[in-house]
Nanobody, 133 residues
C-alpha cells in the first residue's frame, strides 16, 4: 500500500526538541516535493516547512524559521523535521504530504506555493506534538 507515515511526536517541555520523521511506503520520496503542515485545535491547517524533490530548496514559515530544520535521507526514504526551542504555540497535529506538481515553488506566496495544501496528493495520518510544562 502506498502511503506516508509520520512518527516522532510526543510531549515535550518548552525549550525542548523533537524530531519528526515522514516515511514513504511503496514509493520514493525523492521524486516528490515534501511539505510539513500542522493543525492546532480550532485553527486552520498551516504550512510549516517544505523541501524540493532534489533537496536543494527548502522553505520555512516565519514562526519556525531558525528553530526547525527539514532534511531528506534518501537512503532511508524519509524526510525529517528537527524541531528545537519548542514553544507551547507549536502544539498541533503535524502532517507530512507529497506533491508532484513541477510548478511548485519553495515559498509561501502565490498559487503554486509549497504551503498550498491543495497541491499535495498524498497525506500522512499525522502525529501529535504537545509542548507543555
Amino acid at each position: 500500500q502506498v502511503q506516508l507515515v509520520e512518527s516522532g511526536g510526543g510531549l515535550v517541555q518548552p525549550g525542548g526538541s523533537l524530531r519528526l520523521s515522514c516515511a514513504g511506503i511503496g514509493f520514493r520520496l525523492d521524486y516528490y516535493n515534501i511539505g510539513w503542515f500542522r493543525q492546532a485545535p480550532g485553527k486552520e491547517r498551516e504550512g510549516v516547512s517544505c523541501v524540493s524533490g532534489s533537496g536543494g530548496s527548502t522553505y520555512y514559515a516565519d514562526s519556525v524559521q531558525g528553530r526547525f530544520t527539514i532534511s531528506r535521507d534518501n537512503a532511508k526514504n524519509t524526510v525529517s523535521l528537527q524541531m528545537d526551542s519548542l514553544k507551547p504555540d507549536d502544539t498541533a497535529v503535524y502532517y507530512c504530504a507529497s506533491a508532484a506538481d513541477p510548478r511548485m515553488v519553495m515559498h509561501s506566496s502565490g498559487p503554486y506555493s509549497c504551503f498550498t495544501a491543495a497541491l499535495y496528493q498524498r497525506w500522512g495520518q499525522g502525529t501529535q506534538v504537545t509542548v507543555s510544562s
